[in-house]
């Protein structure tokens, strides 16, 4: 059987959580009745319970292209907001551990959605970059100028706004890696003349 790259960590905050108290339903209720009486201690204590199920969630969750201690992290500040509200409505400590876990696992999702959104949205942009360049040269090859953002723009059924938008984010990378090759030029420029004087001295 193969090991996960990230079994090392789920065994590491496996370790965490086994290392709190063990509590039982009664002993949680009495946890709460303290807390809404204002002890940050019985809090706090509730808050290290909780981490039990987010353990769980984040373990089910793994598998949908988040780091386990990313997961790990988020369900632990959904804990606490978890924990804050069931204080706040007194509840009964045998359902403690599955609010908590119901409060984590809709706020893993949303993580999850939310980075899977911008994955799509960064993918959406290097395409939209390759077709304004495609279109750039086709339209100067054929019109024989460069060609305008009105131009381009009704081409490729984009807004001018998204052809500049584009266009900018094109022409700054492109800027950016011109000065990388600059720089690295440069630097080999100067170590290759090191090594010229240094064969110079050397007759």
Do not use: K
């Not at 907001?81 to 984590?104: C, I, L, P």
């Amino acid at each position: 059987m193969s090991v996960r790259e990230d079994d090392t960590e789920l065994d590491a905050l496996a370790a965490q959580v086994r290392a709190g108290p063990r509590l039982s339903a009664g002993a949680v209720e009495a946890l709460i009745a303290a807390a809404v009486g204002g002890d940050r201690d019985a809090h706090a204590a509730l808050v290290e319970h909780a981490l039990s199920p987010v353990l769980a969630e984040a373990v089910a969750h793994r598998d949908r292209g988040v780091e386990l201690l990313d997961l790990f992290q988020e369900g632990s500040l959904a804990a606490l907001v978890a924990v804050e509200e069931y204080v706040e409505r007194t509840g009964s400590g045998a359902g403690f551990g599955a609010y908590v876990r119901r409060v984590v696992n809709r706020h893993l999702d949303h993580v999850i959605e939310v980075r899977e959104a911008a994955i799509a949205e960064a993918a959406e942009l290097v395409e939209d970059t390759r077709l304004l360049d495609v279109a750039r040269v086709a339209l100067h090859r054929q019109a024989g100028h460069v060609p305008t953002v009105t131009e381009l723009a009704a081409v490729l059924l984009w807004s001018p706004e998204r052809v500049e938008l584009i266009s900018g984010m094109l022409d700054s990378a492109r800027s950016d890696f011109d000065s990388d090759i600059v720089q690295y030029l440069d630097d080999a420029g100067d170590d290759g003349a090191d090594g010229w004087d240094g064969a110079e001295e050397e007759e």
